[in-house]
Structure formats: C-alpha cells, structure tokens
C-alpha cells in the first residue's frame, strides 16, 4: 500500500476486470455497442497506465526492498498468502504493460466488428494477470497470474488469428502448460518443506543441493519455454506469425519478459547453489540461441517471422546477462527487457500498419514505400535502428552492459553475444531496405495512405522511449540499482554460507 493505505496494486491488477464487467453489462446487437465497447475497454486501459504513473513518482530508487506492499492471508491454514509487492526489479514491467495494453487496443480501433466484445475483455483479462505476474511476492500467487495470462493469449491467438491460428493457439498453450505443471509441482514441494510460499519468508529456506537442482531445472521449464529459449523456441514463430498486431504486440512486448523476470525473482534466490552449477548451461543455450535465431531471421521473407526470430535473439543477450550474476550483467538484461518490450511492440505495428493496408508481411510484395509513406519510413527507420542496437537508440545500453557481463566470464561468450549488434543490422536493413527503399513497382502501392492521428499517436510514446532509453539510460538504470544490488549480494552470500557448510 501507499502511504495513505490505499490498495494500489491490487487496484491496478484487478481495475482492467471492472472494464470487463461493464463490458457484460452493455446489451444490444455487436455493430451498435462496438463503439462503446471500445471506449470502455481503453478508458479502463488507460486508468490503469495513470493508476500506474503513481509507482513512478512515488517509487524510491533507493530502497532494495519491496515497496507499496499488500499483504493478507488468502489461505492462513496453509501459509498461502496474498502478497503483493514491487521493487526495482518488477516495477518498470508493470508500467509497461499499463503503457502497452491501451496501445494494443487503440491500434484494434478499427478492426471488424465480430466478436469486439470478447477481443476487448480477453485483452483486459491479460493485462490483469500480466501485472499481477510482476506483482506478485507468493510463490502460488505468481503461478495463477503466469497461468491465467495463457488462457487469454490463446483466445486472443485461437479465434483472431491468421489462417493456420488454431494450430499456432494449441502449440503456445501446450508448450506453455507442460513447462508450468513443472513449476507448480516444484512450488508444492517447496511449500510441503518450508510450510510457506511467501517469497520473503522462503530467503531462508535451505535446502541440499541435489533438491535445488531438481526444483532449478522445474522452474527453468516453464521460464525456458515462456521467454523462450533455444530449443524450446519452436512454439514462438508460429504464434507471433498468427496472432493479430495487438496478440504479437503484447507477445513480444511483455511476455517474453515474464521467462526471464521469473529467473530473477525465483530461481536465482530460492536456489542459489543450482543457479551456480547450471549457469554455463544456461549461458551456453543462451549464446546458441542469439546466433541461431540471427540466422534464422536473415532467410525469412514475412516480417512478422523476422521480428519473432529477432526476439529470440535478444532474449537471449538478456539471459546471458541474468546468468552473468553481476551488477553490471542483470541491469543490462533488466534493461534490455524494458528497450525489447518498447522496440519488439513497435515492430510489430509497424508490420501491422501495412498489413492492415496492403493484406500482406511478405517482403517481396513491397518497395518504395517511403515515396507514398514519408512519416510510416521514419517511424519504422526509428525502430529499426533500435533492434540493431544503434547507440543512442534502446537496445544498445542494456546489450553493452551484457557484454560487459558476459567478458567477465568468457570472450567467447561475450563474442557470441555481440554477434547480434552485426547479425542484426544484417536482417533489420535487408528487411527495411526492400520494404522501404527498394522500387515502387506495385500499382496498389501507389495508393496508400501515411500515418493517420490515431496510428501517430500510437507511435508517439513509443518513439519517446526508445530515443529516452538509448539517449539517458540512468533514468531506468538507477530504478534497478539498488535491487539489483541486493540481488547480487545476497546470491554471494548465499554461496559463501554453503560453502562454508560444505554442502
């Protein structure tokens, strides 16, 4: 809670359900109500992202701690509690799934009118559980919120998909709970040891060795498969592919973030002697992963597969720096995570926006685009610098500072990730020069109309922060700083007392 004992989180997690509720209550055919569902659906929306500024403002940077914290006893029986909390870790990601979710639905505005009602609900569904996933400090209560999130994504993917969406829907989902259902099991044998699954009361759990690894290997299958990474990465492609401009937005935006906060928040803490052994398996997925998912992405011709390829990639430079266990390695990744969600989400507009005019991603069907669309070709010029990692743009802070990380450990490492910086321009440029630059041949083309007020209000916050984050960093740097600082101390220590035990 806030100073004055008002609810903050919980009114921030739970508000977007108010929207959904007035959305039930609206009666009436779908073409009549479809206006007032929208505004419904972003007014909620948007509540939530100024609900939401107030953790900005009222956030102390120098405090480790959890902060506007929320406690009650959900199950007092069990030790299962209701606890909610942010700290420097967590809270940019709430801010970011406030900022994106009313983009999302400001760019579904003029979408057609079947079933408006339940794109608007599903999309405030997962914005609900999205923030409780950053917010939550119980083990339990971060496991409904991380399961809750996939029923609305494979809605959202099932019914308002592409043409192979069902198939790209049950393969998320499918991937997605078996990682999950590894997890839960891993946090009733936590909560059958310790009697609990607060968060705070589990800092001192001790448990041998060979129980962290397995616990270890539990969590890692559901953040492996969410982020995801190399090689569970299969069900991602597809499903970015599929899903509508918003579904991809919010996919790439925060989802993917979900994988490696949970590392940060739970497996690395709770199990600091299996984090030790398995990290250069970790590291060495994650190295695979940056390079192949490069590659994967030069040979694609539909944009939406270059991007997805391309998050891949970039999770995986946040990975090495959470493997890193380094102050300078975990808030380049914190930080690579923020610039992705901004510079992924952008992408995938950007497509959108020609998708929604010209009915196709495939790059062989543009060219010259710049000559009919002068504002489209500095937008999507902005981001694609930033997926390269242009310094002064968002990507290129965090990726340093992994890099800087990751050479404490190995060159080779490091020369792996840094391969991303090259491999990168090589597919953003060639994707950018034949959809933008190339000769405008196609008649159809001829007639397409730049940038409406709605579309550059929709970039507008987003070009913002990409230039923020590349040009002065240390505004964000300094929100991670002292959580991140904990973090670190807290892992060292956590070693120094094992060893010493001899366990």
Known sequence: MNAAGFPLLSTLTFLPLAGVAAILCLRGEEERIGRLVRGIALGTS??????????????????????????????????????????????????????????????????????????????????????????????????????????????????????????????????????????????????????????????????????????????????????????????????????????????????????????LRFSIPLFPQATETLAPFVLALSAIAVVYASLVALLQQDMKKIVAYSSIAHMGIATIGVFSIDEQGISGALLQMLAHGVVSGAGFLCIGVLQDRVRSRDIGHFGGIAKVMPAYAVVAMIFTLAAMALPGTASFPGEFLVLVGAWKISPWLTLAAGSSMILGAAYMLRMYRAVVFSRLQRTELRQLLDLSVREKLIFAPLVLLTLWIGIHPGTFLHVFQASVSTLVHRQEAALATAHLAGL
């Open 46 to 263: 948007l509540a939530v992202l100024a609900l939401a500024s107030l953790l900005w403002f009222g956030f102390d940077n120098a405090s480790g701690a959890y902060q506007f914290q929320e406690h009650a006893n959900w199950m007092p029986e069990t030790g299962i509690s209701y606890h909610m909390g942010v700290d420097g870790i967590s809270v940019l990601f709430v801010l970011l799934t406030a900022l994106l979710t009313p983009i999302c639905i400001l760019a579904s505005w003029r979408m057609e009118q079947t079933r408006i009602r339940a794109y608007m609900i599903a999309f405030l569904l997962l914005e609900t559980a999205m923030i409780g996933v950053f917010s939550a400090v119980d083990l339990l209560l971060f496991y409904v919120f991380f399961e809750a999130a996939l029923v609305p994504v494979f809605l959202i993917i099932g019914i308002w998909g592409g043409t192979h969406r069902v198939r790209a829907a049950f393969k998320l989902f499918f991937y997605t709970l078996a990682g999950a259902v590894l997890m839960l099991l891993a946090v009733l044998a936590i909560w059958y040891d310790a009697g609990s699954t607060d968060l705070t009361q589990l800092m001192g759990l001790h448990l041998s060795h060979g129980a962290q690894m397995w616990m270890f290997l539990a969590f890692f299958a559901a953040f492996a498969v969410k982020m995801p990474m190399w090689p569970f990465h299969t069900w991602q492609p597809e499903a970015y592919a599929e899903a509508p401009t918003a579904g991809s937005v919010m996919l790439g935006g925060v989802m993917l973030n979900m994988g490696a906060y949970g590392f």
